[in-house]
């Protein structure tokens, strides 16, 4: 039996050239994996820097808004106690002016709610606004 080196040449020839191509595949497959990694985490990174830019704008403009209300809420604060500051001084002139008109103490047109005196007048009779009106009409 004779051996034919050139077949087993050859044979040992396509061993070797599979197992090279096999690490070079390999070593060109790892290279494009690390690739699109590198390609992925930065368009990652680019994706978070700008949510994180769209979230800092909306933040800054919350608290835009936020302030804005608390000074408007500030403001109507005062207003209000100065309303209430000028109720109090008219209710208080309206008790000194009832309590001018309507001098007697047994006045049943004299009512006191809330320490605030109102003097109620009697309702006029339709006679009484009838002259009234005449009188009104001759001047």
Known sequence: MEFNWTEITLAIIAIAASVVTHKLDKRK????????????????IDNMDKSLDFYEKLAEATNKRLDDVLQKQETIIKENEALRTQVS??????????????????????????????????KKSPKDKIRLKRKTEKV
Do not use: F, G
């Open 29 to 44: 497959h790892r290279a494009e994996i690390a690739k699109l990694t590198a390609e992925t985490t930065s368009d990652n």
């Open 89 to 122: 001084a008219v209710n208080t002139k309206m008790a000194q002016l009832a309590s001018i008109i309507c001098t007697k103490l047994t006045c049943v047109h004299r009512e006191v709610d809330d320490s605030v005196i109102e003097c109620v007048y009697p």
